[in-house]
């Protein structure tokens, strides 16, 4: 068994988080991270050949949080949690009875729905940004952009926004993070409220209907009773707000961050929005927000000449699979204009790809036009060090200071 080579291979270290792709370009294609218990797999081909092949590499280890939770936590967390798996982290079976649910209710036109307000919210928040003092973009932009748009597809009532936000705080460390056990409990109280607050949702939901997915899930269990039960509808409603989330908020982030370090590409695309779709994949290939996720083997797997036993936890390295040099020319130069961006696997791929891609790349679409339309002179904010949550999965700046020419000179 390869172990892992490098001695400072630590995926929550801060010098990992702050540039996992320096770790990247020296990893072997496939190693087990002793620590972690983990086999890690990290060339394009492999990682898709993986992801295409649900039968061997199942997604049900996909959310199993990887520190064990505290007494106090799971004590917390009461008979409520696990919640029935639903979509990513299904069996094929459940998967294959879901997704196309979760397919009709995601439809086209209800993400096409989500177009004008996500516009005039942009445009909103954009046009209150300072313009003479330097400013958190993912404060100010890129984290309340993908809430409300996934609060309000979800039919969250907007005076409940605020609430819901607080109750979000940083529920993923706890899925995917080293959190301690005081912040477990405290992100358990969190979930614990959100969870209760999704169940009454969904009830108040069948009594009083909306034009929003949650009541499109309610009208397909109407029709068809046994399709779907009303602890799946609630526990549906409590993952997509949080796979539709963060991840498009680091998305962005990641976005403006690259394209502010490549200036002549931050002038284009406000010069012609027809670039824009090209800068959003070229982000989701170069510095993509799900760097990492997970699936275990049901049977004994061979490759690169060692054998993977079964039950083994695999970590795919979505972000290197990204970077491989073998799949993408010039892989380390951030390129609007590449027209291979499009391969990379930061959706995943096979039956698991991800259900909000569209909305994800809508969101960021719309932000980055409007964006680099109103501040073509944006800057990053020089001697800024950006900081990164501590996570194995989602990577993304906690904080992003940017600032205008004209802040220069006040
Ligand atoms: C940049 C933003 C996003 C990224 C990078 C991302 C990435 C991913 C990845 C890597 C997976 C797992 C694929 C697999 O296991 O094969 C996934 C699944 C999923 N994502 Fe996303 N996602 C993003 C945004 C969203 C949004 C906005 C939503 C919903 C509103 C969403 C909903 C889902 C769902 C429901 C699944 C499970 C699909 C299934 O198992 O059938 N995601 N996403």
Known sequence: MTRCPMDSFDPFSPFYLSDPYLYYAQLPPLFYYEQLNLWVISKHEDVEAVLKDPYTFSAVNSLDPIASFSEAARRELGHHFPQPPTLVNA???VHRRIRPIVQRAFSPRRVKTMERPIRSLAAELISDLPRTEPFDLVARLSYPVPAYVIFKLLGFPPQDFTMLKSWCGN??????????????????????LYWNYCIDFIRRKFSAPGDDLTTDLIAIRREEPDL??????????????????????????????????????????GADSDLVPGAVEETLRYDTSVISWRRVTTKPVSLHGQVIPVNSNILLLLAAAGRDPDKFRTPERFDIYRNDSGSHLAFGKGIHYCAGASLARLE????????????????LEPDRRLDFISNLSLRGPKELWVRTSTADRT
């Open 91 to 93: 069996d094929v079976d």
């Open 171 to 192: 529920r993923l460390d706890f899925l995917f993070g080293l959190s301690s056990d005081m912040q477990q409990l405290d992100i358990a109280k969190r979930m614990r």
């Open 228 to 269: 779907l039960t009303e602890l799946e509808i609630a526990a549906l409603i409590f993952n997509l707000s949080l796979a539709g989330h963060e991840t498009t908020t680091n998305l962005i982030s990641n976005a403006v961050r690259r394209l502010l370090e490549h200036r002549q590409a931050w002038e284009a695309l």
């Open 364 to 379: 960021a679409g719309i932000v980055l036009e409007l964006l680099t339309k109103a501040f073509p002179d944006l800057q």
